[in-house]
């Protein structure tokens, strides 16, 4: 079992910058493709960007490639999602998540095919 934990929500201007970390308790991020998803406020919750644990890859939806990166510190078992340039348009509760299925050798955009999920943490960009 693993337990993803988020920090680092808050308030932030229009083009301006924060960075979201992903901790996990428990068992250890190594081995298992890492999401993170966003839901506003009146919407769904949507796949923002995944890494694998196999070699690094990434995935991005497009409303985020070029201004989001999503990293990994295996030796920390922490995750980054680092946000530049936001948009009044990310504010959302940021949530991270473990895939199901450790070992998964493609990464899974779709949230029902991850199965630990974080609390969430507060995200708004004001205009």
């Known amino acids: 079992q693993v337990q993803p934990v988020e920090s680092g929500g808050g308030l932030v201007q229009a083009g301006g910058s924060l960075r979201l970390s992903c901790t996990a308790s428990?068992?250890?991020?190594?081995?298992?493709?890492i999401g993170w998803f966003r839901q506003a406020p009146g919407k769904m919750r949507g796949f923002v960007a995944a890494i694998s644990w196999s070699d690094g890859s990434t995935t991005y939806a497009d409303s985020v490639k070029g201004r989001f990166t999503i990293s990994r510190d295996d030796a920390k078992n922490t995750v980054l999602l680092q946000m530049n340039s936001l948009k009044p348009e990310d504010t959302a509760v940021y949530f991270c998540a473990a895939d199901r299925l450790w070992w998964r050798p493609d990464i899974a955009t779709m949230d029902n095919e991850y199965g630990y999920w974080g609390q969430g943490t507060q995200v708004t960009v004001s205009s």
């Open positions: 428990g068992r250890t991020f190594s081995r298992v493709n």
